[in-house]
């Protein structure tokens, strides 16, 4: 295409024609430039894109399963991710965890444009995302939030991506990335946002139960309120004695710390709900009067072959010299960790693997006791520590805690646990898993109030979402890093280097450089 | 097309024959391998994080970016139009377009020798018992050479406004690092996410758009059309300008 | 062959050409003569293509030197004032790359390019670096550039500028020849130059056209200010002599230049050659006669008139060298007429093998004024110069 100057000038005078001429090839390069954004954004376009991982480990392609996982997500998912560079000593390892979450998270874009979108937000913006956190409900950073439609899921970075060993200061050695299982925990996430379901949750009300919706009492629960629905649950209220019957679509009962009885009638209803295939969180009582009496939780436990026991469970506390303390009132807070959390167990084998704590003020004991239904299978979820005892209230209504071992028994004893079994009726063993009647009894309601929901945030979610079928439990393959490394200590590998690089190289340059002038000189 | 591969061929001539490409050529190895030596040190001799940092993923491959097109590509029409040859090329039997691409071509050509070095390194540590992942390192010499005639068509174009070469290679420079920059801009004028202009610098993220695919050893066929795109356009102005020549 | 009409070309405020209109038939060989800034390069580089016109039409060839330009490009040999080759490289390698612009073939290339160089006597520098070269001999390499693929049309601006009187010579050797096998359209601001190897010349003065023919019509189309000059006794009455020469037919006025010792001086502008009139004139009237010349202004006056923009009436006092001197008081107004064309000479004949060398001999000196211009004069030797001029 040749811009043909003489038709636009011929008659006009030379100035003029020049301008003119000159807005035409304006005009024909912004055309040009026009045409480029028009051929960048159609490259960018995910129908005519292709992406080829060239790499020998695939480091840019998804583990097959979680690209399945992002291929079924039934809409887009938006990735927030909030990373802030760690303090000492944690500076280098969460530099790695991020880098390399966020390397995943690239990879993830680029393979599903579409289907995926990543927002990393600068934390430097204060103001910005401290909105933004609040929106999501965040009280952290260094969190992945992946969001899909009404479904939101918080990754956090050292804990549900990456595991960390603290290392050990005392010998210097830095803390160091044990592993990082980015890929599963965004393949739980996805597979979590992408089933379009809100499992819906009833808290009985009617008999003095804990307040759903009070965010400012420490022991009620507005907040574990709203981290349910957070999570994708629909958590709400129901009075047995106004509608007997349990509404439908109810995913999980829960009976949360109750100062009246339960008639025989709800006892009932609730009884036939489990064993059909329901599902039941059960604390045991706060009310001395009521404990253990008809009507109970405990009675309503006892029905599931799960016995709770007088009095409060009870450690002692180091007190910082070598020894312990007894008979302060923190002795009563049971600090469950490490051994005390079950392995296995999809509720705490993540807390076990993430080394966490979980703190139950105010705890029952429980055991097995009594007639179990068929096939069912009990798991202490929890467990106080060896030197844990229970202690018995003293005259004055309260225990002591002291241990005495005349009166009092040693533990350890477990604080929650975890009954399944198939429901009625049920014969083929596949279906039994995926309908089996589920109940947890816990045997401190406190763990669920406002005041101390936040640490133990991940036991209690993980409850919830076992009992609403939403243990999902994925095996995926941590992405392979390809590391080719040379032996720099002992071989001459640098010397070669240096030599090729400062040498070789430029100096081949330099010879051919001067042989080139030298015979073209004449 | 023969004319642009004749053209190009006197061009590789014309650079290979003159002094400045190989002190260029030796300068930009010498200081490459440099930092190549020492990011081997620095990640303790892990050959895949050196060569992608020899490729794109150090700030001192974007220096040399910067720097060396405008330089190879100062004289190509500046001192030319100067010395009077250009008339002559203008007057032979080709199209405008090719004596752009030949030039373009050229200087891109010895670009490519620049970062062929990587394979050299590469084959280095393979003798060495460590061998590298050689189609990303294949892929990563070649997105290098694509970003580096993104930078010499720029450079093309300026050089065929002035008719001095060093003003040429500072204008260049200049738009090169702009060029770099104008990711930078939305932060500066604090756009709104969302709006327009904001997305469309986003795509003009020259860095990100090589770091997201050539770097990590992936082809993106996005991300290769954007350079081959933009140097299009870029050669298309250089024809232009070299066309106003004439009549301006 | 070449075709241009009202081609006009400005650059900015500044008219380079205006109005330019002429034509070269097949053959041809016409020089471009001007002083500098008259328009030769900007003409030149707009038939070459390189240049687009403000308006106006030109065409090499039959094609539209805009519109088809790749044709015409295919079609020309252009070599520009500068002499533009790449210096670091070698002659035969720049001879190659024209070769390969134009799409000749390996064994075309190879059995051009030393045709070529031989043509243009640059054979034996085949491998030098053209850096190295001299001005003289760059210009034969240029214009070996310019021949290799057998253009039907050579363009040469200024092919002898910068050149020493012998480099000169040989150039317009070269020049010559070439005319023989080509059309060539070639610049210049040094008129014997022109005169040696054009036997059309136009002149262009400021961006149009003052001139073009051949030397007899320039020399009448410009000045035409031809005068007889009589010296004689002529006894006492001069005025009766004046009326007596005026009588005579063809004499418009007679010019009474006063007294040399007894001998008085007339001069009578006249288109014609009137000295056998006037010599039958004193024969009968007795008169001494000691000169009786007929004078004709030279291209070289006219051209420096040009040059140097002065009125018509003015003349240059030439240089005592070239033309002998001389007062002309022409009062003939300058005539601008491009319609002199059909008086333009017939293209250049191709000269018989067994002629030998033909040589369009315009020098002033020589017989040039007598000879009818359209005719070549054959000289014996090959090797012998045109002529004596340099």
Redesign the interface.
Same mark, same amino acid.
């Given at each position: 295409m *040749?811009?043909s100057?003489q038709d636009r000038s011929r008659g006009g005078t030379g100035a003029w024609s020049?301008w003119a001429?000159?807005l035409q *090839?304006f005009g *024909?390069?912004a055309l040009?430039?026009l045409?480029?954004?028009v051929?960048?954004?159609l490259?960018?376009l995910p129908a005519?894109?292709?992406?080829?991982?060239?790499?020998?480990v695939g480091?840019?392609t998804l583990d097959t399963t979680l690209a399945e996982l992002v291929e079924k997500l039934p809409e887009p998912v938006l990735v927030e991710v909030f990373f802030r560079p760690f303090d000492y000593p944690l500076t280098r390892v969460g530099a790695e965890a991020q880098g390399r979450m966020s390397?995943l998270l690239?990879v993830a874009r680029?393979q599903f444009p579409t289907q995926v979108k990543v927002r990393e937000h600068d934390l430097t913006d204060v103001a910005k995302v401290s909105v933004r956190m609040k929106e999501l409900d965040l009280e952290e950073d260094n969190v992945v939030v992946v969001t899909c439609g009404k479904q939101k899921v918080v990754l956090r970075l050292l804990r549900d991506i990456a595991r960390v060993d603290p290392g050990n200061p005392l010998v210097e050695s830095e803390p160091t990335l044990e592993a990082f299982r980015g890929e599963e925990a965004l393949g739980m996430a996805l597979l979590r946002v992408s089933i379009d379901e809100t499992p819906r949750v009833l808290f009985t009300v009617g008999h003095g139960e804990r307040d759903l919706f009070d965010l400012d009492k420490p022991v009620s629960l507005g907040k574990l309120h709203s981290a349910l629905v957070a999570d994708g649950l629909r958590a709400d209220r129901w009075d047995p004695s106004a509608s007997p019957e349990v509404p439908a679509e109810t995913r999980v009962i829960a009976i949360v710390d109750p100062q009246q009885p339960f008639s025989a009638s709800e006892v009932d209803t609730i009884v036939r709900f489990v064993e059909s295939g329901g599902r039941l969180l059960v604390t045991t009582t706060g009310n001395e009067r009521l404990f253990g009496a008809s009507g109970s939780p405990e009675a309503l436990l006892a029905r599931f072959g799960i016995a709770a026991r007088a009095g409060y469970v009870a450690q002692p506390i180091p007190d910082g010299f070598g020894g312990w303390r007894m008979g302060i009132e923190q002795c009563g807070t049971i600090v469950v960790a490490g051994a005390g959390l079950d392995r296995r167990h999809p509720i705490t084998e993540s807390l076990w693997r993430s080394e966490e704590r979980v703190g139950l003020p105010n705890a029952r004991a429980l055991a097995p006791e009594g007639v179990r239904p068929q096939n069912s299978l009990l798991v202490d979820l929890l467990r106080s520590p060896d030197m844990s005892w229970r202690d018995l209230p003293q005259s004055g209504g309260r225990g002591d805690w002291r241990f005495d071992q005349r009166s009092e028994e040693g533990g350890p004893f477990a604080l929650s646990m975890a009954l399944a079994f198939p429901p009625e009726g049920l014969v083929d063993a596949t279906e039994g898993e995926r309908r089996a009647a589920r109940v947890v009894a816990l045997g401190a309601p406190d763990v669920l109030g406002n005041d101390i929901l936040a640490r133990n945030r991940d036991y209690v979610m993980n409850v919830f979402n076992w009992l609403s079928q939403r243990d999902y439990r994925l095996v995926i393959r941590p992405r392979e890093t390809?590391?080719?490394?040379?032996?720099?200590a002992n071989?001459n590998?640098?010397t070669?280097?240096?030599v090729?690089?400062?040498g070789v190289?430029?100096?081949l340059?330099?010879v051919?450089?001067l042989v *080139?002038?030298m015979s073209?000189r004449r | 097309m023969?004319?642009a591969w004749?053209?190009y061929?006197?061009e590789l001539?014309?650079l290979?024959?003159? =002094?400045l #490409?190989?002190?260029l050529? #030796?300068?930009a190895?010498?200081f490459?391998?440099?930092f190549?030596?020492l990011s081997?040190?620095g990640f303790?001799?892990?050959?895949?994080a050196s060569m992608s940092f020899l490729l794109g993923g150090s700030y001192t491959f974007w220096l040399l970016v910067v720097l060396l097109p405008p330089l190879v590509t100062m004289r190509m029409f500046s001192e030319?139009a100067r010395?009077?040859?250009?008339?002559?090329l203008?007057?032979? =039997?080709?199209?405008d377009f090719a004596v752009v691409l030949g030039k373009l071509l050229a200087a891109t050509t010895l670009m490519a020798v620049l970062w062929s070095?990587a394979l050299?390194?590469g084959a280095?540590?393979a003798?060495?018992?460590? #061998? =590298?992942?050689w189609? =990303?390192l294949?892929?990563g010499v070649f997105g290098a050479t694509l970003v580096s005639a993104l930078f010499c068509a720029i450079g093309l174009s300026i050089s065929a406004v002035t008719n001095t070469p060093l003003l040429a290679a500072f204008f260049a420079t200049i738009a090169n690092a702009a060029i770099l920059s104008l990711p930078f801009l939305d932060a500066l004028l604090a756009l709104p996410p969302g709006s327009p202009l904001r997305v469309?610098l986003g795509?003009a993220n020259v860095i990100t758009q090589f770091q997201?695919?050539f770097v990590?050893?992936?082809?993106?066929?996005?991300h290769v059309?954007?350079f081959l795109? &933009?140097t299009?356009?870029f050669s298309?102005?250089a024809t232009?300008v070299l066309? #106003?020549r004439? &009549? &301006? | 062959m070449i075709t241009v009409r009202d081609l006009t070309r400005r650059f900015g405020p500044h008219t380079a050409i205006e109005g330019l209109s002429f034509h070269l038939e097949p053959g041809e060989v016409v020089g471009f003569l001007g002083p500098n800034g008259a328009g030769k390069s900007t003409t030149m580089?707009i038939l070459?293509?390189?240049?687009?016109a403000s308006s106006g039409s030109a065409e090499v060839a039959g094609f539209d030197v805009l519109r088809q330009s790749?044709e015409v490009?295919?079609r020309?040999g252009?070599l520009?004032?500068?002499?533009?080759?790449?210096?670091?490289?070698r002659v035969e390698?720049m001879l190659d790359?024209?070769g390969?612009?134009?799409?000749l073939s390996r064994s075309e290339r190879r059995a051009r390019i030393p045709f070529v160089l031989e043509r243009a006597g640059i054979l034996d520098r085949s491998r030098a670096i053209i850096g190295g070269l001299s001005r003289g001999q760059r210009q034969r390499v240029g214009i070996a550039?310019a021949l290799l693929p057998e253009p039907k049309v050579l363009i040469l601006d200024e092919p002898t500028s910068g050149l020493d009187p012998l480099q000169r010579l040989e150039m317009r050797k070269l020049l010559v020849e070439l005319g023989r096998e080509h059309t060539v359209l070639l610049s210049s601001h040094i008129l014997p130059e022109i005169e040696a190897v054009c036997p059309r010349v136009i002149i262009l003065s400021k961006g149009r056209i003052a001139a073009d023919g051949t030397k007899d019509d320039l020399v009448r189309q410009l000045g035409g200010g031809a005068k007889l000059r009589l010296e004689a006794f002529v006894g006492g009455d001069v005025a009766a002599a004046v009326r007596l020469l005026k009588a005579l037919p063809g004499v418009r006025d007679v010019l009474d230049r006063g007294r040399l010792g007894v001998h008085h001086v007339f001069e009578i502008p006249c288109s014609d050659d009137l000295r056998e009139d006037v010599g039958a004139l004193a024969n009968a009237k007795r008169w001494a006669i000691r000169e009786l010349s007929w004078q004709r202004p030279t291209l070289e006056q006219l051209f420096a008139r040009i040059a140097l923009d002065l009125p018509t009436e003015q003349l240059v006092e030439p240089s005592a060298t070239e033309v002998p001197a001389a007062q002309v008081e022409a009062p003939i107004a300058l005539e601008v007429s491009p319609t002199l064309k059909s008086a333009a000479p017939s293209p250049a004949p191709q000269a018989a093998p067994a002629q030998g060398k033909i040589v369009y001999n315009l020098n002033p000196f020589d017989m040039g004024a007598s000879r009818d211009l359209s005719k070549p004069k054959p000289i014996d030797g090959p090797g012998a110069p045109p002529e004596g001029h340099a």
């Open positions: *040749v811009v100057p020049r001429l000159s *090839v *024909v390069v040009a430039l045409g480029a954004v051929v960048t954004y490259a960018t005519l894109r292709r992406r080829f991982d060239l790499t020998a480091r840019n390397e690239h680029n390809d590391r080719r490394v040379l032996d720099l071989t590998a640098l070669v280097l240096n090729l690089a400062f190289l430029p100096g340059c330099a051919l450089g *080139v002038a073209r | 023969s004319g004749t053209i061929r006197r001539a014309g290979f024959l003159s =002094p #490409a190989w002190v050529l #030796a300068i190895l010498a490459n391998g440099f190549f030596v081997v040190k303790g001799g892990d050959v895949l030319e010395t009077g040859v250009l008339e002559f203008l007057t032979a =039997p080709v199209h070095s050299v390194y280095a540590a003798a060495l018992g460590t #061998a =590298p992942d189609t =990303p294949l892929s469309m795509h997201a695919s990590v050893g992936a082809l993106d066929t996005k059309l954007f795109v &933009w299009g356009f298309f102005l232009r066309e #106003a004439r &009549w &301006w | 580089r070459s293509g390189y240049l687009p790749l490009r295919k020309i252009y520009p004032e500068s002499v533009p080759l790449y210096a670091e490289h390698e790359f024209q390969r612009l134009h799409g550039v």
